[in-house]
């Protein structure tokens, strides 16, 4: 029941933002794509994964859930890679949309996880300790590696920095690094979620006290942060379907969008400013 509930809240995230256009189920296959240089899209329709291809190995981002893994896979081995050359597993946030997956995607390939304090314990215990989400759970996966903010992941000549912009969750990370394309050199950028979901208690909240504190910084590091291609942790962040159908037709790559990252971060601070407004309000 649970994860039906998670499953109807990331398809409610595909819906948000995008006119109310019915999107398809979250975990329905989507097309494996190269979104620029050695960096490519190998998630769901609705919940997003990320291969980054090296010549040591290679990283990936979100395991979305259990029965994602084998969409994930599927999309792997589409652009022909192997599975078990997968190095690292990362996350955005220790939601169940984004690491139930993680225990059976470790055993698929040996990668090695790694994950940001404060969500490192949530991870490794199967859900447990999530703020809101008390009764979620998924199969535990062991964290290898506990990150602090600006780690880097380093593999084949990539370096991934792990930014840590918590409020969605304590351990809520984007993820930012420089792509080669052609003669220039791109940052990419993967936000983690700045979102506010409902249900979330900003003014008075017991069981995650900074939460607001959290959120407002987040919202600083996000801005400060460099960025041409702009990912996120679900594919409706960035208006993926949208971009990749204009891969067909367009001279110049769609998922170039230094605007739309600006654009979207000021949208969700926005939000996260006027629910934090009325529920000071409300608690006057």
Not at 136 to 162: F, H, N, T, Y
Request: with cysteine.
């Amino acid at each position: 029941m649970l994860r039906n509930f998670w499953k109807a809240l990331a398809i409610i995230v595909c819906l948000c933002g995008s006119g109310m256009t019915r999107q398809a189920f979250a975990d329905e296959a989507f097309p494996a794509h190269r979104v620029v240089g050695n960096v490519y899209y190998v998630g769901s329709k609705g919940l997003a994964s990320y291969l980054i291809e090296t010549s040591e190995g290679h990283l990936l981002i979100n395991s979305g859930f259990e029965e994602t893994v084998p969409l994930i896979r599927a999309s792997v081995e589409s652009l022909g890679f192997k599975m078990r050359d997968i190095k690292y597993l990362l996350a955005s946030h220790a939601h169940a949309d984004h690491v139930a997956g993680h225990a059976l995607m470790k055993e698929l390939t040996g990668a090695r996880v790694c994950v940001m304090r404060g969500d490192d314990k949530v991870i490794s215990s199967g859900g447990v300790g999530q703020y809101h989400y008390p009764d979620d759970r998924w199969k535990p996966c062991e964290v290898d590696q506990v990150l602090e903010p600006g780690d880097l992941i380093k593999l084949g000549g990539i370096s991934l920095e792990a930014r840590k912009t918590p409020g969605h969750t304590r351990g809520c990370t984007t993820w930012s690094w420089s792509v080669a394309d052609g003669d220039k050199q791109l940052r990419v950028v993967v936000i983690g979620s700045p979102n506010v979901n409902p249900g979330y208690q900003l003014v008075g909240n017991q069981e995650y006290p900074e939460i607001a504190a959290d959120f407002t910084e987040t919202f600083k590091v996000l801005k400060a942060i460099p960025c041409d291609i702009f990912l996120g942790a679900h594919g409706e962040y960035y208006g993926m379907i949208a971009k990749y159908d204009r891969l067909k037709t367009s001279k110049t790559n769609p998922f170039i969008d230094p605007e739309g990252y600006r654009d979207y971060v000021e949208l969700k601070e926005r939000a996260f400013r006027k629910t934090l407004a009325e529920q000071t309000k409300e608690a006057k």
